[in-house]
């Protein structure tokens, strides 16, 4: 059974920096995709970063391009989400997901629906 931890979520002012954690148990990251989604309050969920098993394919929501970046210690079954430079528009819920049901996928998956294994969330709030 997949489960995920995040951890790393807090307040901070405008501009600063906050990178989240995700532990992971009960499969590989090197074996499927993975990505960080995040839900506003009133909002839907959107992929903020997503990245194939192998790495070679990798996505960024425009809004967090050159702010945010992924990365994951396989070894250790832990993904991150380093955000540097935040804006009040960043605070929302980060969850951490993975596709499961598609091993050795070239491109993650597009569609929310897709992702079937989600973390619980934690909360960013970004303070102008």
């Known amino acids: 059974q997949a489960q995920f931890v995040e951890s790393g979520g807090g307040l901070v002012q405008s501009g600063g920096s906050l990178k989240l954690s995700c532990a992971t148990s009960?499969?590989?990251?090197?074996?499927?995709?993975i990505g960080w989604f995040r839900q506003a309050p009133g909002k839907g969920r959107e992929g903020v970063s997503t990245?194939?098993?192998?790495?070679?394919?990798?996505y960024y929501l425009d809004s967090v391009k050159g702010r945010f970046t992924m990365s994951k210690d396989a070894a250790n079954h832990t993904m991150y989400l380093e955000m540097n430079d935040l804006k009040p528009e960043d605070t929302a819920i980060y969850y951490c997901?993975?596709?499961?049901?598609?091993?050795?996928?070239?491109?993650?998956?597009?569609?929310?629906?897709?992702?079937?294994?989600w973390g619980q969330g934690t909360q960013v709030t970004v303070s102008s």
């Open positions: 990245i194939s098993y192998n790495d070679r394919k990798t």
């Open positions: 997901a993975a596709d499961l049901g598609n091993r050795h996928r070239i491109y993650p998956p597009g569609l929310i629906t897709e992702w079937d294994y």
């Open positions: 009960g499969f590989s990251l090197d074996y499927y995709s």
